[in-house]
C-alpha cells in the first residue's frame, strides 16, 4: 500500500511540474495577402526554453482539407514561432483554419478571412 501511495504521488507530482512548465500557444495573428497569395502567420508562444519547448506544427486547412503543414524542432524566439509565408490559392470571402501545436501540451486554432485590400490584414486570438 506505502508503494502505491508513493507511485501516486510521485506521477502527480511529475504532472504537475509539466503542466505547470507546458502552455498552449498564446494567440495566432496571421493574414491572408490576396496581391501575392500568400498566408502570413506567426503563432505566439512564450516559452523559457525554445529548443525543449516549441510549436511542433502548424496545420492550414481550406475547405475541411489540409492544404499546407509545417513541422518545427525548435521555436524562433522565446516569443513566437514564425515562418516563411504559405503559397496558397484563395479568393476574397473564402477562409482558412490554421492549427498550432505545442511539443509539450495544447493547441490553438483560429480562421483566418480572405479579405480585399487593407480590411485582410487582422490580428486573432
Given at each position: ?15 504537475a ?12 495573428d ?13 503563432v ?21 482539407k ?6 518545427f ?17 484563395a ?35
Amino acid at each position: 500500500m506505502k508503494k502505491l501511495f508513493i507511485g501516486t504521488f510521485a506521477a502527480a507530482f511529475f504532472c504537475a511540474i509539466l503542466s505547470a512548465s507546458a502552455n498552449p500557444p498564446n494567440a495566432i495573428d496571421g493574414f491572408y495577402d490576396v496581391g501575392r497569395g500568400e498566408l502570413n502567420i506567426t503563432v505566439q508562444h512564450m516559452v523559457n526554453d525554445p529548443k525543449t519547448h516549441f510549436i511542433k506544427e502548424v496545420i492550414v486547412s481550406k475547405d475541411g482539407k489540409e492544404v499546407a503543414k509545417k513541422e518545427f524542432a525548435f521555436q524562433t524566439s522565446h516569443r513566437n514561432q514564425t515562418m516563411p509565408p504559405f503559397k496558397l490559392a484563395a479568393q476574397p470571402g473564402e477562409s482558412f483554419k490554421v492549427k498550432a501545436e505545442c511539443n509539450i501540451y495544447g493547441s490553438r486554432e483560429v480562421s483566418i478571412d480572405v479579405k480585399e485590400g487593407a480590411e485582410n490584414v487582422r490580428k486573432l486570438n
